[in-house]
């Protein structure tokens, strides 16, 4: 049954807003999310309809305020603190490494930190080399987290409720280049599994293994593909941490082929561990050796046409497959 | 201050300057030749042209990604950093940076930073430098009242009163981070004493007022070329304009933007300045029309200019060079 036409921004709002709803320990807090309406405008009038008691502006502080965030954790409560992008994050990457991933850990069980951090992710508004990392692996490294990354509006509109749920520290990314896209939404969905990669197409011939914004590109390319009579698998793997390996080995059992698709750069990224399972776990199902497409190893440029050629796009996935399928 | 009509000239016209560049670069913003990031300095024209004059050409500079001013006062070609803003070779930074990342060696500009207080630490290391390499020569950081309140500001602060080093911070507080107004984010919004609080030399002025920026800087860096110890100046200052293209400014009042745009300090400064028969109507409009026609030069040179080749892509991810 088919859904109306929701923006990906909308979804991560309507989120927000439920989440707030159903549970009173719960408040967000971030830079801007209050008075700016948030840097993105995904809680626009949030501050208006909940009080700035559950809609906390901060100032620039992202050690402060991470670090709050998992106070409050232990404290009883059930923060979303929003890191304004990924780009900021690292300032705040000794409170998540050094006290969210571990204390569970070093009190032997004593204290979990029920905390949610989410944070605008990924390149494509010609923001420069400051603006456009993309660090999902740099917190994909890091045991005691769960990392999540909301390639399409479903997970958009349906991962925080689980990650709420989860006793233990949870990233969201959220991709800024998807805001505006306009999707319809399965009407009959009320959640999705945050332990599970999710195959978002089947396919016989080869398997896409992707994340973030990787999954509406590879989407594309398998759309194409198929004109040519490629039948190409997408799965998206968006639970970063911990990876959801049987869907992995399921899939390249089936396909016999693997192809890795993501914006980071190549070197230690997910599709290096993803590349590496697939070795461990199925040698000897594979048909060719796994191949990769991943940003380009080097700071992002402001201009388009540099910008465009630092990441994946559907073309290159469209011919990479083509090549692959040939040789193979 | 005793100010001959040449210097009240070019202070005028470097303050136009920064604002009809800036009216063109928001224009090109909504023709699509600018893309990305842009945020605008209009409304602060008296901080850049007032702090920046009481430099000497080996002193060092450094900003935040709000800098066209501050580099076009330092003497960056307008063209040049128009070419940058729209991504262009040519570009001071060769396109790569764009508006947020203006970089000249030449004028010892280092760089627009996109990270807020990212840059602070590095004022105080570059203050270091010259201190060890015993160079006469001070380091001048500038930085939004934002800033003020990342841990990477407190630790700069003490870190450059720790080892007495030649830098002058200068927060331009135009009230506002983003959309968030200085009651939201300062528990002490008295930001002078923020400077105080670890033993630097600290003072704060009328960011609109040119005449008592230039005052104020002059008094930070004589100390500071004298004493060899860092000084820290809070400008009071606004923006007239969005945070940057992107911004709906939910969060302020328009009546508070006009009543500040009364103080405009670029016609402020002209108004005292044709009090003071300093200046007539005629020199005014000659003033005008040269910076009119830097502007204008400035778009026609960036469009005459050529993207990098996409085979270029790699480069300066690591030094060509041995050191
Ligand atoms: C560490 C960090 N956090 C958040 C941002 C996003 N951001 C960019 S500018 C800005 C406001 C900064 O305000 P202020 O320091 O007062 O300078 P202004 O822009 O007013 O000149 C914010 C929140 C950033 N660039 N860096």
Redesign the pocket.
């Known amino acids: 049954m088919a859904g109306n036409l929701i923006t990906y921004r909308e979804c991560i709002k309507q989120a927000i807003r439920e989440a707030l709803l159903a549970d009173e320990r719960v408040f967000m807090m971030g ?2 999310v209050g008075h700016y309406g948030g ?1 993105f405008a995904v809680s626009k009038n949030l501050l208006q309809e909940f009080g700035p008691e559950r809609i906390m502006d901060t100032p ?1 502080s ?1 050690a402060g305020f991470v670090g709050a965030g998992i106070g409050a954790a232990l404290g009883g409560m059930r923060p979303i603190v929003e890191i ?2 990924v ?2 994050s690292l ?1 705040a990457l000794d409170q998540i490494a050094n006290n969210a991933a571990t204390l569970l850990h070093m009190s032997g069980g004593q204290f979990n930190v029920p905390l949610v951090i989410r944070m605008s992710t990924g390149i494509g508004r010609q923001l420069a080399a ?2 456009s990392h993309s660090w999902e692996p740099l917190f994909a490294h890091l045991p005691g987290l769960r990392i999540l990354s909301a390639g399409t509006h479903e997970d958009a509109r349906h991962m925080l409720a689980p990650a709420l749920a989860d006793p233990d520290p949870v990233i969201i990314f959220e991709y800024t280049s998807l805001l505006n896209m306009e999707k319809e939404l399965p009407e009959d969905l009320t959640g999705v599994d945050i332990q599970k990669a999710k195959v978002r197409r089947e396919g016989k011939d080869i398997s896409i293994f992707t994340y973030g914004t990787g999954v509406y590109k590879s989407l594309t390319a398998a759309e194409e593909l198929a004109q040519a009579g490629i039948e190409v698998e997408v799965v998206d793997l968006r639970v970063l941490r911990p990876l959801d390996e049987e869907t992995i080995v399921a899939s390249v059992t089936k396909t016999n082929r693997a192809f890795v698709v993501e914006d980071a750069s190549k070197s230690v990224s997910v599709s290096s561990e993803v590349s590496a399972r697939i070795m461990e776990r199925c040698f000897y199902e594979l048909d060719a050796p796994v191949q990769r497409l991943c940003g380009a190893e080097v700071p992002i440029p402001y201009p388009k046409h540099l910008e465009d050629a630092s990441v994946p796009q559907p073309a290159q996935i469209v011919s990479a497959i083509k090549t692959l399928l040939q040789h193979a | 201050m005793n100010l001959n009509p040449d210097q009240v000239k070019k202070l005028l016209s470097q303050m136009l300057l920064i604002r009809r560049f800036e009216e063109k670069a928001a224009e090109m913003y909504t023709k699509e030749k600018i893309r990305g990031f842009l ?1 605008l300095y209009i409304g602060e024209e008296a901080v850049a042209v007032g702090v920046l004059q009481a430099l000497q050409p080996d002193d060092n500079v450094m900003c ?3 800098e066209h001013g501050h580099a076009l006062v330092r003497g960056m070609e307008p063209g040049v950093i128009m070419a940058e803003m729209y991504g262009k070779l040519e570009g001071c930074s060769r396109g790569r940076g764009g508006s947020m990342h203006l970089f000249d060696a030449k004028t010892k500009f280092y760089g627009g930073n ?5 840059h602070l630490a590095m004022a105080v290391g570059l203050g270091l430098a010259d201190k060890k390499l015993q160079r006469n020569q001070i380091t001048c950081c500038f ?6 309140a ?1 841990g990477a500001f407190h630790e700069a602060m003490n870190l450059a009163a720790l080892w007495q080093v030649p830098v002058l911070f200068v927060c ?3 009230l ?3 959309g ?1 107004a200085l009651r939201y984010t300062h528990a002490q919004q008295d930001l002078e004493k923020k400077g105080a609080a670890y033993g630097i030399a600290s003072s704060s002025v009328d960011g609109m007022d040119l005449m008592a920026v230039m005052q104020a800087a002059n008094e930070a860096v004589d100390s500071i070329r004298q004493t060899g110890q860092p000084h820290f100046l809070v400008c009071n200052t606004y ?1 007239f304009r969005a ?2 293209m992107f911004d709906a400014e939910l969060y302020r009042e328009k009546k508070e933007v006009e009543e500040w745009k009364q103080r405009d300090p670029i016609t402020s400064f002209k108004e005292l300045l044709l009090q003071q028969k300093m200046l007539n109507d005629e020199d005014y409009q000659a003033i005008e029309k040269q910076v009119q026609q830097e502007v204008e030069q400035a778009v026609a040179f960036a469009e005459s200019c050529s993207f990098e080749p996409v085979e270029e892509l790699l480069k300066y991810t690591y030094s060509e060079k041995a050191n």
Do not use: C, K, P, W
């Open positions: 830079e801007d840097a620039l992202e304004m992008t780009n900021f300032l400051q603006h | 945020h935040t990604y709000r996109a990270i807020v207080a990212g930085f939004g009242e934002g800033a003020m990342e331009e507080n135009n506002y981070a983003m968030t923006r945070h940057s």
